[in-house]
């Protein structure tokens, strides 16, 4: 997979369970898999050869392979080693390349600002972590982006599309071209670091 990056989440379908654990590193034609704490004990049933069914959190979106283990378990790291397969599949396709990107921004919600730690930025949206108040789903926030992080201020509006355990995903409503090009360069910019 073309797409597969270092501290990627993904999730590994294996007989009745689904493992999570993150890629700590790729060659062309292997990935190597750190296993969640939570997800050790299943991981210990993967033996070598065994097909994993793998769905990647990739900067294009999520994207499925089939993939034969290489290696099992290594209880001292708890890593698996498994074949970086060229077959694979689009679960989602984002309209937007997004990456992993911790800043602060402020949100405005009823009249109140509050600053925010974003998680992960495209062109479409931003997720961040807040905890201060409940948002709901649909709510429109409105959003002011630094100028130190993307040549200067951005102030747009949002809806509020997802909300898990204090980290929510805003999609940018009417956010102007030029804007939508600075977030773009700011992308680009921190994968080409990456």
């Known amino acids: 997979m073309e797409e597969i990056r270092n501290n990627q989440a993904l999730k590994i379908k294996f007989k009745n369970a689904v493992l999570d654990g993150i890629v700590l590193a790729y060659i062309s034609d292997r990935v190597k898999i750190l296993i969640s704490d939570n997800s050790l004990e299943e991981a210990k049933n993967i033996k070598e050869l065994d097909e994993l069914d793998i769905i990647v959190d990739t900067h294009l979106g999520l994207k499925r392979m089939i993939s034969l283990v290489i290696s099992e378990l290594n209880s001292k ?17 984002r309209q937007h390349a997004r990456v992993v990107s ?7 919600v009823n009249d109140k600002i509050y600053q925010v730690v974003s998680k992960n930025i495209s062109a479409g949206g931003v997720a961040f972590l807040f905890s201060d108040v409940k948002l709901n789903i649909n709510e429109i926030i ?12 951005i102030f747009t509006q949002a809806r509020i599309i ?7 995903v805003a999609k940018y409503i009417n956010l102007a071209q030029n804007d939508e090009d600075k977030i773009v360069k700011h992308v680009f910019r921190l994968m080409a670091q990456s």
């Open 162 to 168: 997802k909300a898990e355990n204090n980290v929510y």
């Open 142 to 153: 409105n959003i002011q982006l630094f100028e130190k992080d993307f040549e200067k201020d």
């Open 102 to 108: 911790e800043f602060n921004f402020n949100i405005s």
């Open 77 to 93: 790291n708890n890593t698996i080693i498994v074949e970086n397969s060229a077959s694979v599949s689009v679960e989602q396709k």
